[in-house]
């Protein structure tokens, strides 16, 4: 079983518009709402990739029951910690004619010294019964920086980690099993740029050394990189065929690794189901809506690469 925790959901809004122009009154051309925001778009894609799988997540205020009218006909199964604030709104742009898209984030509310103490219990109990664990997303205010080391101290599961900043590094020397920055997200966790190759090859050692088993580094439509002990890989994306909403790439990514764990696979052929899921998603205008057939076929056009040694 799978395990998805993560403290700052959102409820979604996404305007299409066939142009966007700043400045002016600009009209939608369609609007949708879902529930969203990194915990709960690795949940959806869970449940649309047939794994066997729970979500942890606060919810509160008037968005509350709209989500879970949502998360409930999607098939996800969760536990859905009541909060004092309500869930932030987040919404994303679509330019159509540009093929761009905006996105507007509302940082979430603080959680109280008892509403975090109850998601850590909440956790512990779901995650004794995980083979993997997915722990993602920012922290909220006022939750410390040592949270997701604390949760992953908590389990003996294989945890998948999506954090970046301070909490990434406190995490560390828990032995997180896989953590996934993008390459942007690994600069500024190391407060440093990564220009060159052996820039960002040295900045995955770092993160090795510093405790994670294995390091996975995304860097838009450019190869992805895989590190761990022995050695690193260089991995190409799967093909997309239309850009229509990347929100979520990342999510559906950390989701089709974790899915691909949970069956057994070696971390390389998890990553490549993660690369198709990530593809498969970009394609669609709501976010974590995969096909487990479709993942599973565009996984197979991943070159697996060799594992290339350490200088």
Known sequence: MIVTAGLTPAWQQILQFPTLTW??????????WCASGKVLNVGVALAHLKSESQTL???????????????ASLGVRGTWLPTEHPTRVCTTLLDQT??????????????????????????ARLAANAR????????????????????????????????RGPELWQALPARPYLIK?????????????????????????ELLQAGAQHVLVTDGPRSAYLAERDGWWELPLCPVAAYVNPIASGDCLAAGV???????????????????AAALNVEQLLPARLDPQTVRVRATSIANGSQQPWD
Request: aromatic fraction near 4%; glycine fraction near 8%; charged fraction near 15%.
């Open 258 to 276: 974790a899915w691909g764990l949970d069956q057994g696979h070696d971390m390389v052929a998890s990553v490549r189901l993660g690369l198709a």
């Open 181 to 205: 920055p993008n390459r942007s997200e690994l600069a500024s966790t190391l407060a440093r740029g990564l220009e060159t190759h052996a820039e960002l090859l040295q900045g995955m050692r």
């Open 132 to 163: 993997v664990v997915v722990l993602t997303g920012s922290l909220s205010a006022a939750a410390p920086a040592d949270f997701y080391a604390q949760l992953i101290a908590s389990t003996s599961a294989n945890v998948v980690l999506d954090a």
């Open 98 to 123: 540009r093929s761009q898209t905006t996105e507007l984030v509302q940082n979430a509310g603080a959680l109280s010294t008892a509403e975090l103490a109850a998601f850590r219990a909440e956790f």
């Open 23 to 32: 400045g002016e009154v600009n009209r939608a051309a369609a609007a949708h």
């Open 57 to 71: 997540a606060p919810l509160g205020g008037w968005p509350r029951p709209a989500m879970e009218r949502e998360l």
